[in-house]
């Protein structure tokens, strides 16, 4: 028998996300409440090589969902917590959660500023 070798996700984007199963079908608790859940997975994880204003415009989107989510403690805290690299999460888009936790994840050109919600 010879050793595994585990292979690591591929980076998650957009076209990533969008084939991730709505999180209600995975059971995970608090998740199955998020306001996100049946909305386009695009909206919370935007494309690689987007442009600033498409990425403000749909990060502000994504925000506006957030701020009337029952779980948005929740979620903000998983983000926080775990660290979620990508994606907005609990009304935090990537550099919210940078500016937020004072680090760049290893990053070497930073991130634009964070998008302020409406």
Known sequence: MGNRVALLPARRSARNAARIP???????????QARCQ???????????????RDREAREGEAKQIC?????LRDCRAHALGT???????????????????GSSFGRRIPRP?????R
């Open 113 to 117: 500023r964070p998008v302020p919600t």
């Open 83 to 101: 660290p979620e690299l990508f994606g907005v999460w609990g009304g935090l888009s990537e550099a919210d959660r940078e500016l937020a936790t």
């Open 22 to 32: 709505a999180i209600a079908d995975l059971r995970l608790g608090w998740q199955e």
């Open 38 to 52: 049946g909305a386009d997975a695009r909206l919370f994880f935007g494309p690689e090589k987007e442009r600033t």
């Open 67 to 71: 701020a009337s989510c029952p779980v």
